[in-house]
Structures are given as C-alpha cells and as structure tokens.
C-alpha cells in the first residue's frame, strides 16, 4: 500500500527530530544507538495509537513544534508537558486523540520535563538506516534527512489502515511519571569506581548537581562538587565503549552522564545509572538538581522489572 501525507510541519520549534528506539549493534564502526532519549514515554506514546513499541515517532523538546495534520490521524503526546493544543485548545496527554484533516497540532512552553513524544498511528514511515529509523544529529544520517524537522517538511505514514481505528486510550494515571526540578537517580558503582577514594565516592553521593546548560543528546553535564581520582593512578584510561547512562568523570572532575550518542569515551566511569532510570534522563532540564543514591543490582533488576511490568500490562489491556 502507498504511503500517505499526513503532516506538514509549519514551524519546527527548539528541536524535534525523528526517533524511535534506536540502532544497536553497530557501536564496533563507531556508531550510536541514538533513539528517544525518554524511550518509556514513546513506547506508551506508540501503544496508545496501535503501533508497536518501536515504531518511529517525533521527539520534541522546550517549545514543540506546530504541525498541520493532512489527513485524518490518532495521534498520541506523552513525555515532558509542552502544553499540547489542537486548533489552540489544550488537550490532554497520555491518551490518543483523533485528529482530523487541516487540524492545527501544536504545543507551548514548558511546564514540567524536557521532552515530549508523538506517534501516529500507522508509525512514521522514512527509509531505515541500520535497522533504525532514529536521526544520528551529530552524524547527520538516519531520520528525516539525518536532520532535525523544518518549515514545511512533510511526513508520511507507511501504514494508512492503522487510521481507521476509532477507540481512545487512555493510559493508566498512576503509572504517568512524575517530572520535577530535583531528580535522584539510582546507580550502581563501576566500573572504575576503584580508581576513587572513599572520599570522592562519599562525596558524590552526599552532593545535589546541577545540570548544565552545556549538555545536549550526547550527555547531561553536572556543575558541582568536584571528584577526585586517587592521586597516584594515571589522569586518563584507555578508550573503551560506554553505554547510556555511565557517569564519566573527566579530567575537571565534574561528571559528565552520557546518553544516547556516544559509543566510546577514555574518562574513567565511577556509576551507571540504573536502566529504570534511564528514562528520566530525557527530561531533566538545565537547572535541574541531581542527587544520586547507590542500588544493589537484585534491586535494579527488581526495578526495570517493575517499569517493563507496567509497559506488558497496559499493551495486554488494549487486546
């Protein structure tokens, strides 16, 4: 079947981009897995129009984007509020909406989190690279054009029967995430957590960061209470892959936690952020307080299990 226009993008805002859950695999040739860095947020946004977890969506941050809709479509917001509106009337998020031809989808300031998430019904449809259709922004491939959305660019959808659906979903309040200005994040040590002193371990735990406005999609910088390695260890370690969520601490001594566009990194890694967590991470916003607070991995586990339990349980309920 024919893709079919379903969205012309009348003004992009700070900084939306085409996601879905990323490309794994390929971090030997150097490449990122890339993706939502909120994937929790796009997997429900997916479910409650009918697409599969993984299926493409937009990712948008600060001031979302004004989209006009070109032909009848559900869609779905999730994530960070940026004040949602269709046709200048606010709606709700966590819920699908059917959205009719020449309808106005547009979004506000931020209220609470960073970024928000999108799915049509149908899914996205752009060419795969590597399996994925996530846009590698400082690469510049994959997504639309490996670039962020603009002015009158326009989306089709691979899969126009998906359309036709006409029950709204809702997705379960109690499990929405609860976004605000002081975070604490679980970790677990390592693993060159053995490069630090007590001291600089205690400290770590004991401080409240900030982040910084001098992060982006390859990492959330902290400004605060310094780390120091132990005196006698050499200042860098040999370059070796990371995975979202190791905490670097870098020459300066102000942790750096990587996210989703960095395969390799030679600063030593003293924690990770639990995969729990690792959602969060896509909505703290510069300003923000981080504290962290060190997990056992049984606990770890018990906790993405948790997250994953709420993800089965929402999908068996809309069969």
């Known amino acids: 079947m024919a893709d079919r226009t379903i969205m012309e993008i009348l003004s992009p805002g700070i900084l939306t981009s085409i996601q879905d859950l990323g490309r794994y695999g390929y971090g030997r040739y150097g490449v990122a897995p890339s993706g939502a860095l909120d994937p929790f947020s796009l997997r429900i946004a997916n479910l409650l129009v009918g697409n599969r977890p993984d299926q493409a969506g937009l990712e948008t941050m600060l001031l979302g984007p004004a989209i006009r809709v070109l032909a009848d479509v559900v869609v779905a917001v999730t994530g960070g509020?940026?004040?949602?509106?269709?046709?200048?009337?606010?709606?709700?998020?966590?819920?699908?909406?059917?959205?009719?031809?020449?309808?106005?989808?547009?979004?506000?300031?931020?209220?609470?989190?960073?970024?928000?998430?999108?799915?049509?019904?149908?899914?996205?449809?752009?060419?795969?690279?590597?399996?994925?259709?996530?846009?590698?922004?400082?690469?510049?491939f994959g997504g639309f054009q490996g670039r962020a959305l603009e002015k009158n660019d326009i989306l089709t959808c691979a899969n126009p029967s998906r359309q036709i659906q006409t029950q709204t979903h809702i997705f379960n309040e109690a499990w929405i995430p609860h976004y605000t200005n002081s975070w604490s994040l679980r970790i677990i040590w390592g693993p060159q957590d053995d490069h630090f002193p007590d001291e600089s371990r205690a400290s770590f735990l004991s401080a409240a960061y900030k982040m910084s406005s001098d992060s982006d999609r390859t990492g959330i910088r902290l400004e605060g209470r310094i780390i120091r390695k132990k005196p006698e260890i050499p200042a860098s370690i040999i370059s070796e892959g990371?995975?979202?969520?190791?905490?670097q601490i870098p020459g300066d001594g102000k942790p750096i936690i990587i996210l989703g566009e960095t395969v390799t990194g030679g600063y030593r890694k003293i924690a990770t952020v639990i995969s729990a967590d690792l959602p969060l991470l896509g909505q703290i916003k510069p300003g923000d307080t981080v504290r962290?607070?060190?997990?056992?991995?049984?606990?770890?586990?018990?906790?993405l299990t948790a997250v994953e339990e709420k993800i089965y349980k929402f999908e068996a309920s809309l069969k």
């Open 242 to 247: 990371v995975i979202a969520g190791s905490i």
């Open 292 to 303: 962290f607070s060190v997990v056992s991995l049984d606990e770890a586990r018990q906790a």
């Open 81 to 140: 509020n940026l004040q949602p509106s269709l046709n200048k009337q606010p709606i709700e998020m966590w819920r699908s909406h059917h959205l009719k031809k020449d309808d106005i989808l547009s979004f506000g300031s931020m209220a609470s989190g960073l970024r928000a998430y999108v799915a049509v019904a149908g899914g996205i449809h752009i060419i795969p690279v590597m399996g994925s259709r996530s846009t590698n922004l400082p690469s510049g």
